[in-house]
């Protein structure tokens, strides 16, 4: 069975900590996708990655950056979180060609 | 740049009624097309995808899609809602050029009534 697995379901951090957000898929995925989730606006994309070493930005990457140093890991690091980065926070995995498989989500508040 | 369109932000039907929610992509060549479900507290689940072919596509829970290439949609539709189906809807697009990205819609809430 797939699985994409996300370190946390719910995180509370504070202004300028910071954070990081973990995920680790099972599946040889070449590639790996962080977007974050608000009402109203979907999912948005914020950096992906097509082969490990190798990122691309997304759509919203300012505040943002990502590691993946293993096929199987991509992280999601917040250099100095803000509280306007509150949100839901979904990983995914992909072979080319195929649909995206996606974890539970980490939901992050910052206060 | 590439976008994904729902233009409808809600959409609410009776239950036993037909149902189609709306997807548009601006894109230049033929992408990859998915609709995604999601209940609430839930993750995402893929309910169909189009990937060449017959344009016409079927999926889970009795859902199919139409890809109009002319019209560049990607229409979600079902015959008979059910109570059930009560969740927020994305299309997404695959975009084999630009290094396997991915991107989804805005979403479209479905509410079901009785």
């Known amino acids: 069975d797939v699985k994409v697995t996300q370190s946390s379901r719910y995180l509370v951090k504070r202004t300028g900590e910071k954070v990081f957000l973990e995920c680790v898929q099972d599946?040889?995925?070449?590639?790996m996708f962080w977007y974050r989730q608000d009402p109203g606006l979907g999912l948005r994309l914020i950096y992906f990655?097509?082969?490990?070493?190798?990122?691309e930005k997304g759509d919203i990457p300012e505040g943002y950056s990502v590691s993946r140093e293993k096929k199987e890991r991509f992280s999601l690091i917040l250099e100095s979180a803000s509280t306007n980065q509150t949100s839901m926070y979904l990983c995914a995995s992909r072979l080319t060609g195929i649909e995206a498989f996606f974890g539970q989500g980490t939901r992050l508040t910052v206060v | 740049a590439q976008s994904v369109t729902q233009p409808d932000i809600h959409i609410t039907v009776s239950e036993g009624a037909s149902l189609e929610l709306r997807c548009n992509y601006s894109?230049?060549?033929?992408?990859?097309l998915f609709w995604y479900v999601q209940s609430p507290g839930q993750g995402l689940q893929l309910l169909l995808k189009?990937?060449?072919?017959?344009?016409l596509v079927q999926g889970i829970k009795g859902f199919e899609a139409e890809f109009k290439r002319s019209q560049s949609s990607f229409n979600l539709r079902k015959p008979s809602v059910h109570w059930s189906d009560a969740a927020e809807y994305f299309c997404a697009v695959g975009l084999m050029e630009y290094g396997n990205k991915l991107v989804f819609g805005a979403g479209t809430i479905l509410r079901v009534k009785s």
């Open positions: 599946m040889d995925h070449e590639n």
């Open positions: 189009y990937f060449s072919g017959d344009t």
């Open positions: 894109y230049g060549a033929t992408p990859y």
């Open positions: 990655s097509y082969d490990v070493k190798m990122k």
